[in-house]
T-cell receptor, first 115, second 117 residues
Framework: SAVISQKPSRDICQRGTSLTIQCQVD?????MFWYRQQPGQSLTLIAT?????????ESGFVIDKFPISRPNLTFSTLTVSNMSPEDSSIYLC????????????FGPGTRLLVL | KNQVEQSPQSLIILEGKNCTLQ??????????LRWYKQDTGRGPVSLTI?????NTKSNGRYTATLDADTKQSSLHITASQLSDSASYIC????????????????FGKGTHLIIQP
């Protein structure tokens, strides 16, 4: 299994500001992802965090809005930049181990409210 | 377009009763199907994962079934407990090169289950 922690667990932010979310895994993992979960919606993949290189973003998400860092195999950050109320959501870090049934583990999430 | 549809959207049952949640998918190619439980304010936790050749898999009081021919899955909860109140999410994996996201996953919107005492 993998134990994932996220900081902060929740935050209330003002429009136009930025928030950086941290994700820490208890062991090295190859694949790390960032998701967004808007109220009543399914999880949407934002990007794949690549160790030592630029993240790979999904359609509709760009690096200027959601810069991601991954300095090593156990840690990543997601920044939500120049926030607007539409960014209010739960942001989830997730990791996957190769093999072992490809089980994917999720962090507890960061609940963000933008006023 | 790959899609995962779950029903019902929400469900309320009395403690001790059984219930069945449904998942229909149109995902190709198919690699595996997963059920997750998501408590309020927490991240999803894996309950079961089934490949093409598996028809049923159990995890305690949770039993998942898969019919790959009709592209349907169900999650049966036996003798429900208050702690079963959560959202249950069906996720289908199509593999990395399916044309979808880099994670190869298509998520359903979930069934919100409430267990009443």
């Amino acid at each position: 299994s993998a134990v994932i922690s996220q900081k902060p667990s929740r935050d209330i932010c003002q429009r136009g500001t930025s928030l950086t979310i941290q994700c820490q895994v208890d062991s090295q993992v190859t694949m790390m992802f960032w998701y967004r979960q808007q109220p009543g919606q399914s999880l949407t993949l934002i990007a794949t965090a690549n160790q030592g290189s630029e993240a790979t973003y999904e359609s509709g998400f760009v690096i200027d809005k959601f810069p991601i860092s991954r300095p090593n195999l156990t840690f990543s950050t997601l920044t939500v930049s120049n926030m607007s109320p539409e960014d209010s959501s739960i942001y989830l870090c997730s990791v996957r181990r190769q093999g072992a049934g490809e089980t994917q583990y999720f962090g507890p999430g960061t609940r963000l409210l933008v006023l | 377009k790959n899609q995962v549809e779950q029903s019902p959207q929400s469900l309320i049952i009395l403690e001790g009763k059984n219930c069945t949640l449904q998942c229909n998918y149109t995902v190709s190619p198919f690699s595996n199907l997963r059920w997750y439980k998501q408590d309020t304010g927490r991240g999803p936790v894996s309950l079961t994962i089934m490949t093409f050749s598996e028809n049923t898999k159990s995890n305690g009081r949770y039993t998942a079934t898969l019919d790959a021919d009709t592209k349907q899955s169900s999650l049966h909860i036996t003798a429900s407990q208050l702690s079963d109140s959560a959202s249950y999410i069906c996720v289908v994996s199509a593999g990395k090169y399916s044309g979808g996201g880099a994670d190869g996953l298509t998520f359903g919107k979930g069934t919100h289950l409430i267990i009443q005492p």
